[in-house]
Structure formats: C-alpha cells, structure tokens
C-alpha cells in the first residue's frame, strides 16, 4: 500500500517550475560543470550552485545462486577504495539509461545479462546536484571476455560475488557505504523478495 498524506494523496517528489534569473557557468570540467543559478523563490530570490550532472546508470547484477557482483576501485575525494555495483555515466549521445546499464556491464564487468529489469531511479545529492541514477536489475548473466583495457581507477579494480543477504548486511552494519550499493541491493532485495514483477513497482 503506498503512504498517504494527511490529505489522502499519494506521497511523491513534486515539479517545481521555479524562475532562472540567471545561470552562470562557474566551472567546465572534463565530467561534469558547477553552476550558479539566481532563482525566483517564493516572495525573493536565491542563489545557489550545484554541480551540472549528466547522471548515471548502475547495475545490480545477481547470479543463479543469489549472489550480487560488487567491484572495489578508488574514490579520490573520499581516499578510499569502496565497495560499489558496475555503475557509469549518461555520457554517450542518443543512449537510453538501460542501454548504458548493457555497457557499463559490458566494460566494468565483462558481463552480459539476458533479463533486465528497472529497480528504481534516485537523486544521489538533491541539496548539491541535479545527478539522478538509474538502477537497473540483471540476471541471466554470461561472461563476454575482457571487454576493454582499464585505466586509471579502474586499471586494479577488484571482483567479488557475495550472497545479496551478506550485501544487505554490510550495508546496514555500515560496513559497505556507497550510496547508489546501498539503494540497489536494499531494492533487489527487497523486490526479489515480493516476487516476479515486482521490480520498478
């Protein structure tokens, strides 16, 4: 059953068409920009800059026997290794979010998968930048041999299949923090769980 407001309406993130002054390109980055947009809002205005995103699409793939794959590669602005699922960005043109799930799958893990399925779509930092991800449910996998050679971060990333229970687990001890692992597994989980379909829903 879905949670209802006071007023018996269905809860949900709501539009706002709130009025540019102006929008300034702060900085241009080789991934993505900051901005600096001054908005008309309620009886004033306000500035704010955020982070101009392409956003992303990432992949919980899980096998035969419930395992889930995780890769470990380093994050600089955290200085650390993290453990996360194959995930990349919207970066190619005319590409729908399930068609870079295929790639990104493809190029991190050297993985196919014959069942797709969306799981959900999240705001990673709404406070901060405008990047939603799109997470993409996968089973049916098969290895396609190595897809690429990886560079920088990716040059040493690490491959492990654990059990999507044990996934769970570490993201609730706190052991496992990435943010886009976190919302996947917890919703592979928890659509698995009520059954055929129930993924996207």
Known sequence: MAELTAAGAE????????????S?????????????????YGDGEM?????????AAAIVAIDDDQRVLLIQQYRHPIRRRDWEIPA????????????SAQREL??????????WEPLLSVYTTPGGND??????????????GTAHAREAEEADIRVEW????????GVLEGRLRN???????????????????????
């Open 179 to 201: 943010g886009i692992l976190a919302v996947g597994v917890l919703a592979a989980a928890e659509a698995i769980r009520r059954g055929p379909g129930a993924a996207g829903k």
């Open 106 to 115: 493809i190029e991190e893990a050297d993985l196919t998968a014959a069942e």
């Open 131 to 144: 990047e939603v991800v799109h997470v993409f449910l996968a089973r049916g996998l098969s290895p396609v």
């Open 24 to 40: 300034t390109l702060v900085y241009e980055g080789s991934v993505w920009d900051v901005r600096s947009d001054t908005v008309r």
């Open 11 to 22: 809860l949900h993130d709501e539009p706002v068409d709130a009025e540019i002054l102006d």
């Open 47 to 55: 500035v704010r800059q955020y982070v101009d995103h392409p956003g």
């Open 162 to 169: 654990i059990p999507l229970s044990d996934a769970v687990t």
């Open 88 to 99: 990349g960005l919207l970066d190619v043109a005319g590409e729908s979010p399930l068609q």
